[in-house]
């Protein structure tokens, strides 16, 4: 199957080896779907970047984020009866599940959109207090007149969270702690206002009932969420059939919200795909992707810490043009463009409006 993802002849733009670990001891595993926004004339990433430390032989090594604030290293034993570590990315101890890496966020800049550098001036962001024990991760930047709106998957033990910061000047963070309890994760949150209010998409989910659907909800602040929605569930023996998020803000189009999202498989294959939403009521859905608009197929992302993924959480929007910078593999950043025009032509060409009853 083909796509219409015209990559980067540059990909992968960024891997693991081309930044320095945060500390002498620790290691990069892989980078991970970055956050995008324009500042200063420059085009920015917002990279997560998961670390552990050098492997110990019969151990199993869960790095975490103690109440000093300091990065603390659990030492497993690797044949312990109450270990399960069949992922490699999450494993369960003594009844607990943790991650294997510890993620934190990176800031990078670029003139021209394909080779991105590190700025002293600009420091990484770390986890802080109880609901960030095991770091921060798929951060998506919202601007809203000189604002920009972080909002990104706080994870600890007491479960997955969505965490807002937001700054003027990439220096300085007002922390507005976390705007959507657990389980809940891929919010992001609308560039302007709608009716006088904002909107975010996120997604709640449960193991036991329901599934991994978006939902929508506003604000009258930006801060405190309500009117939840659910607005795109799953589709049996489509791309998405195991679970959907959002990416980035929504891009505003005369044809309505475009929003590009990640769909999965029971198999785990991620995939990009669209959804249009009314301009004037963002709850209700036009159209939807019947078939994904990009499929991992390169061997970057293919082959990675953890293969068959693309996965998006920004992009910047010049026109028509889309240049969206996503996740491959769960081991490198890649960039790809998109019209706006063709998405859209594939969403009525496919008569795929969205049925979510």
């Known amino acids: 199957m083909k796509d219409i993802a015209k990559r980067f002849a540059q990909n992968p733009i960024l891997r693991p080896a081309d930044l320095k670990p945060s500390a002498g001891d620790m290691q990069i595993i892989c980078l991970l779907n970055p956050g995008v926004f324009t500042f200063k004339g420059k085009t920015w990433l917002i990279v997560r970047v998961a670390e552990n430390t050098a492997a ?70 770390f986890g802080s207090g109880m609901l960030e024990t095991f770091g921060i991760e798929d951060c998506r930047v919202t601007q809203i007149g000189e604002t920009y709106y972080l909002t990104y998957t706080a994870v600890s033990a007491n479960g997955v969270t969505v965490g807002l910061r937001t700054t003027t000047d990439w220096k300085t963070f007002d922390k507005k702690g976390v705007i959507f309890p657990p389980h809940n994760k891929d919010c992001a949150i609308f560039e302007e206002k709608v009716n006088g209010l904002y ?111 693309v996965f998006t959480n920004g992009h910047v929007v010049n026109g028509d043009d889309i240049t969206l910078y996503y996740g491959a593999a769960d081991e490198f950043v890649c960039g790809a463009h998109f019209s706006i025009k063709e998405i859209v032509v594939t969403l009525y060409d496919h008569q795929s409006v969205c049925l979510i009853g």
């Not at 294997?100 to 021209?112: A, C, E, I, V």
């Open 56 to 125: 110990k032989e019969g151990f199993v090594l869960v790095p975490v984020i103690n109440d000093a604030g300091q990065i603390e290293i659990l030492e497993i034993p690797d044949n312990h009866p109450e270990l399960i570590s069949t992922d490699a990315r999450v494993l369960r101890y003594q009844g607990l599940d943790y991650l294997t890496t510890l993620s934190h966020l990176r800031l990078l800049s670029s003139d021209d959109g394909v080779h991105f550098k590190e700025d002293p001036e600009y420091p990484p962001l």
């Open 199 to 309: 909107y975010a998409l996120h997604r709640p989910s449960s193991v036991d009932l329901g599934g991994n659907f978006i939902w929508i909800a506003d604000s009258p602040d930006g801060v405190h969420w309500g009117n939840h929605k659910c607005i795109v569930k799953t589709r049996a023996g489509h791309w998405d059939s195991a679970r959907v998020g959002a990416g980035a803000a929504p891009i505003k189009t005369e044809y309505g919200w475009l929003e590009i999202y990640h769909g999965a498989t029971p198999e785990h294959q991620y995939c990009l795909g669209a959804v249009l939403l009314d301009l004037k009521d963002p709850s209700k859905v036009i159209a939807r992707s019947n078939e994904p608009l990009m499929i991992p197929t390169e061997q970057y992302e293919t082959s990675g810490f953890f293969g068959n993924v």
